[in-house]
């Protein structure tokens, strides 16, 4: 049996009536990353004894006779912009290469107290900022449907583990898609919550008004059995929602009967390949069948997503990034006669081209004279299209889209053109700038390459989308297909 196939909830019934042993299971996923690790690269950082360890102390609270939560004893991984106390956290950055932090992340606490297994820190786009896991500064990951393409980003090795059987869940972050565009294509769930739903408190932050972590799993159940365990206040994190989170599984219910629908003609248009559409297509049709009621829609503002979102990101990235000194931890450069010299050496060196990129864009938009022509212009733009889907949830209970405008492009494809690459996440940037849910489920395949469903839920509204994932799912099979790698 391989057990690194088996979804979390199934993983946690063996564990319970002692079929398998958490330390077992562990070994097997270990197995599993030696096998593939090399042609993959999903990993940046294992913590194998620290696992190891970790799995043991469930096998004596089983024998024990202690009932474990549903994350306990199961192996997950977790993106490396992710605080790890002891435990190294790059963002897959030369400026961090060296960087253990003195704390943990709200979610990794909330992993450990359920009892999950961290097996290690997962590959990167370097500081969250790209749409291919290219752009890490350590190496590219590779997609497991075929690993000569890229597996989408920044997310990239988070979903690779997941689809791969490297781990049995992850965690991401989501600042314009990094969740819901690599899950869509490497074929997994991927699930961007409502900004404010889980705490942001030790993620290392890119774009602070749009960045939030959520889960990456094999199937919708498991979704919502990590969204009970990182969901909820956190009074450490200053933009975290009040109030209790729901029980996401109570909202699996294979039932979508007089759900309205809403298919926004901007998402299905140009752009989007033919073939990705009709997959899509195939899709609607399917939910028709189970009783959903389908309409087209629109959002008219979307055409500015991508300029507005390209606007506010590296805004916030440029100051969020000027912390990266080389004087209080990370990288320094060596040699400069000066402490400005230092500064700028460190920063040079130390950030990759993309990074740069960014912050310079960023910079740009806020300096003098050029703040209300860009970055205030953007943040108008930005009311708008929260606007158009205030509008839209007014009449439909979700809204339905392509993840992505088409399946994983080959490895070097879009690198030379950073317009084009900013392009594969133009169906999902408007739901950050609205801090709305989303969710990317597998519906499909063109030329054996995973194609995704993008859900979009009105705010704090995830169970609408897991219900109408969920009930997708129950009457499909695509969520069950495996890479051959």
């Not at 993106?79 to 992340?105: H, Q, W």
């Not at 699996?252 to 073939?275: C, F, H, Q, T, W």
């Not at 000066?338 to 864009?361: A, H, Q």
């Amino acid at each position: 049996m391989q057990l690194y196939y088996l979804p979390v909830h199934e993983l946690h019934t063996m564990l319970a009536k002692r079929q398998i042993s958490a330390e077992e299971l562990c070994r097997a996923f270990f197995e599993r990353i030696d096998s593939v690790e090399e042609k993959l690269k999903a990993y940046v950082t294992l913590t194998r004894e620290n696992a190891l360890e970790q799995a043991r102390e469930i096998d004596r609270r089983i024998a024990g006779g202690e009932q474990i939560s549903p994350l306990g004893g199961i192996p997950v991984a977790v993106k490396d912009n992710l605080c790890t106390e002891g435990v190294r956290t790059t963002c897959s950055s030369k400026i961090l290469y060296n960087f253990v932090p003195p704390y943990s992340a709200t979610v990794i606490k909330k992993l450990n107290a359920a009892g999950a297994v961290i097996l290690g820190k997962t590959n990167m786009d370097e500081f969250a900022m790209g749409s291919s896991t290219e752009n890490s500064g350590f190496f590219p990951t590779n997609n497991p449907w075929d690993p000569e393409r890229v597996p989408g980003g920044s997310s990239g090795g988070s979903a690779v583990a997941v689809a791969a059987g490297e781990a049995a869940a992850a965690l991401g972050s989501d600042t314009g898609g990094s969740i819901r565009q690599p899950a869509a294509l490497c074929g997994v769930v991927g699930l961007k919550p409502t900004y404010g739903a889980v705490s942001r408190f030790g993620l290392v932050a890119f774009a602070s008004s749009l960045d939030q972590i959520g889960p990456l799993t094999r199937d919708v159940t498991d979704c919502a059995l990590v969204m009970n365990v990182i969901a909820g206040h956190d009074p450490l994190d200053s933009t975290s929602a009040p109030g209790q989170a729901p029980d996401y599984t109570g909202y699996l219910k294979n039932d979508v009967r007089g759900l309205k629908i809403g298919v926004p003609k901007e998402y299905m248009g140009e752009g989007i390949s033919p073939a990705v559409k009709q997959v899509i297509e195939r899709a609607l049709a399917t939910l028709a069948t189970l009783g959903a009621e389908i309409e087209e829609t629109s959002l008219p503002h979307s055409e500015y997503a991508l300029p507005a979102y390209y606007l506010i990101a590296p805004a916030e990235a440029s100051s969020n990034l000027a912390r990266y000194d080389g004087v209080r931890y990370g990288y320094r450069a060596e040699g400069a006669a000066d402490v400005v010299e230092m500064f700028m050496r460190t920063r040079s060196l130390g950030f990759g081209p993309e990074v740069k990129r960014r912050i310079m864009l960023g910079t740009y938009a806020l300096s003098a004279g050029y703040y209300d022509a860009y970055y205030l212009k953007a943040l108008k733009v930005r009311t708008l299209i929260k606007q158009d889907f205030d509008r839209a949830f007014a009449r439909y209970d979700v809204l339905l889209s392509p993840t992505t405008p088409s399946p994983a492009f080959k490895k070097g494809e879009k690198m030379a053109d950073p317009l084009q690459m900013y392009m594969s996440d133009i169906c999902t940037l408007a739901v950050n700038l609205a801090g709305l849910p989303g969710i990317s489920v597998p519906a499909g395949f063109v030329d054996g390459l995973p194609v995704g469903m993008q859900l979009i839920g009105k705010p704090f509204d995830e169970g609408t989308l897991l219900r109408v994932a969920y009930t997708f799912e129950q009457n499909t099979d695509y969520h069950k297909a495996r890479p051959g790698i």
